[in-house]
């Protein structure tokens, strides 16, 4: 079977990822990370994919059979250009899938959005993998997810299918960025927990603001560093963002009955302390009418997930699911 | 192709329904519709459902190919005894399906419970029908749903997929008779509207008092006859239930992106006035991020809907889907 490899690229906006895998292995043979300083401008950054794609082609210990792109930005409908990333102005109308081609005439080369590969990635190397129904819930910069059957995304009739960042768990409540009310990324996401923090830090004595710095520096993750070391207003944060993780995954089980949930994205970082309560009100609200709560569980691969959902598009672009 | 019949059963606690329908026609040759009296007790309903049954039979135009019986309370596994009604005391353990299968030899004969093919009804006879992905919303005494992938329910890990009743849309918010809080059904079920009417009307002047006689006879009919006709205590419940409902419906759109919601259950004959403004609702939360807002549609044939899913049941058992 590994007469072949499959090579992955992740265009994002913090990192650009690279992976070699032979067959239908699941752990890289090669992997490389390195920044893509939007700030030196567009050229410089696919300047650098340019490189570190022939660097990996020619690592590759057996013929490379596909190759797949996971961009962290919008797509066009024939899925060869990116149109535009939101946190990288300049990289604009991109012929990213012919750009690559030409690095490696005749191998087939697929790409799509980094959100929509992801549940693929993580249907296909993590923990979803084998599972009949599963749900991917990534939460980081914003909330995404995917809903998968044997593997395969649900489209939906838009394409617009688990948008699960935009369902409304505290009516009338706080703004979100999509311009309505109370979604849950507008709670939960990792953007929105730093927001919560900094509002309420304002003259306040919080660890926070120890861990920080300036208010600019807080993320989800020093709330959560300081919710574990004990902070009350740390800990209030959590528990709220927990609350409503909860109502959301409680949602999502009553409407889905999945046989798992994953999930992913930077904020899972920080699983050990979000997840656990989000996870109690889940069993409280469907174990009263008798339903079984099927495991709800932090990726193992989330880090690298774009980039595995790109690895599922080579293979996928190859022919060889 | 109209060279045999079907025969669809609704075994309801209120009434009992049959109907005979031609090949794929998509309207009744002949339905007859009687009270279930579950008062009188469980022989009683039998011998009306036998009679009835042999009734239908002899007036088939053509032979009968497969029999289909909604029946109104849980169902065991093999799908061939109704274990109980629990609005029917005394219906127990009756093997349905046998004492249907005596009544014509050599016919065969399906049974599942109402709520699970009501939407398979709907995707088969209603307005879902030909959608790719269809949602079905049923609001009565509780609600349940249905999502429907080319007519095919999807069922879950553990068959308890589209428990829509129970989607938390309200945190910390009305009991529920599930046992946890906050949940559509709570709010926007019949049982609910009529409750909620109970608790505020008391010692107050409403239309509600006038229409209902006494506060046992408060229906959700009510509640929205005396909104219709402008009473003030009615139009807000009305609001607070389509705002619920709106909520309802936004999150299972942006969960599942179908390309039609249908809405049935005796609720619906309100849909007039409780669903354009749960619609507005919806409307606002998806357009201002662009998503479309697929046809959200009272059913058409939702005094029915169990006796067709009958009919596809029957049309499944004849192995003519």
Redesign the interface.
């Known amino acids: 079977m590994r007469t072949y490899c499959f090579l992955g690229i992740d265009v994002g906006n913090t990192k650009l990822a690279f992976g070699l895998v032979e067959g239908d292995a699941r752990a890289f043979h090669e992997k490389r990370v390195i920044a893509t300083e939007p700030h030196l401008g567009a050229e410089q950054a696919l300047e650098k994919i340019i490189v570190q794609t022939c660097n990996m082609l020619e690592m590759a210990p057996k013929p490379v059979a596909g190759i797949g792109i996971a961009f962290g930005g919008f797509v066009d409908v024939t899925r060869t250009v990116g149109l535009a990333s939101p946190n990288f102005p300049g990289l604009e109308n991109v012929p990213m899938v012919e750009m690559i081609r030409e690095l490696a005439p005749g191998v087939p080369v697929s790409m799509d959005n980094d959100a929509n590969v992801a549940g693929v990635g993580e249907a296909m190397y993590g923990k979803a993998r084998g599972h009949?129904?599963a749900v991917y819930l990534t939460i980081s910069t914003g909330i995404g997810g995917a809903?998968l059957f044997d593997g395969k995304p649900?489209?939906?009739?838009?394409?617009?299918?688990?948008?699960?960042g935009?369902?409304?768990?505290?009516?009338n409540g706080r703004q979100c960025t999509?311009?309505?009310r109370g979604c849950l990324e507008a709670i939960a996401s990792g953007t929105s927990i730093a927001r919560m923090a900094r509002e309420r830090v304002r003259g306040r004595d919080s660890l926070i603001n120890n861990l920080a710095g300036t208010p600019d520096d807080i993320t989800a993750g020093t709330v959560c560093k300081a919710a574990q070391a004990g902070d009350e207003l740390a800990k209030a944060i959590v528990q709220e963002v927990a609350?409503?993780l909860g109502?959301g995954l409680?949602?999502?089980i009553?409407?889905?009955?999945?046989?798992i949930v994953v999930l992913g994205g930077g904020v899972m970082n920080s699983a050990d302390i979000l997840l656990p309560p989000a996870i109690q009100l889940v069993e409280?609200?469907l174990t009263?009418?008798g339903?079984?709560v099927?495991p709800i569980e932090a990726s193992d691969i989330h880090d690298d997930v774009a980039l595995w959902g790109a690895m599922a598009l080579a293979r996928a672009a190859a022919g060889k699911r």
Request: neutral net charge; charged residues 20%; contains cysteine.
């Open positions: 009949r129904e809903v649900l489209a939906g009739s838009q394409g617009l299918a688990a948008e699960f935009h369902m409304i768990v505290q009516p999509c311009g309505s609350f409503y109502i409680a949602n999502i009553s409407g889905l009955d999945p046989d409280r609200h009263v009418r339903a079984k099927p």
